[in-house]
């Protein structure tokens, strides 16, 4: 199994920053992609961020130009910055990954964290 595991949420007012970490750890082989995904109250589960590789990033528009996001593939871990937060930048953040993992099989994986509560104060 793979778990994931993110940090670094909190509440800020607006304008402010916050970096978000997500590690990944079990039987993993490989991972290709990295992301953050966002739920506001009563909202679906909308995509923030994603990463492939340092030049293959792609982020959703209300986010670009404030949010970055990063990958160390040494430590199988994912980070987001966000600057200049806004209210609406509000919700509940989750990590994803996807690859391969390793457990005397080579077998897919799809895993999620279980998320860190980001509140923007206006």
């Known amino acids: 199994q793979v778990q994931l595991v993110e940090s670094g949420g909190g509440l800020v007012q607006a304008g402010g920053s916050l970096r978000l970490s997500c590690v990944a750890s079990g039987d993993i082989f490989s991972i290709n992609s990295m992301g953050w995904y966002r739920q506001a109250p009563g909202k679906q589960r909308e995509l923030v961020a994603r990463i492939i590789s340092s030049s293959s990033a792609n982020y959703e528009d209300s986010v670009k130009d404030r949010f970055t996001i990063s990958r160390d593939n040494a430590k199988n871990t994912v980070y987001l910055q966000m600057n200049s937060l806004k209210p609406e930048d509000t919700g509940v953040y989750f990590c994803?990954?996807?690859?391969?993992?390793?457990?005397?099989?080579?077998?897919?994986?799809?895993?999620w964290g279980q998320g860190t509560q980001v509140t923007v104060s206006s």
């Open positions: 994803n990954a996807d690859g391969i993992r390793y457990d005397g099989h080579y077998r897919d994986f799809d895993s």
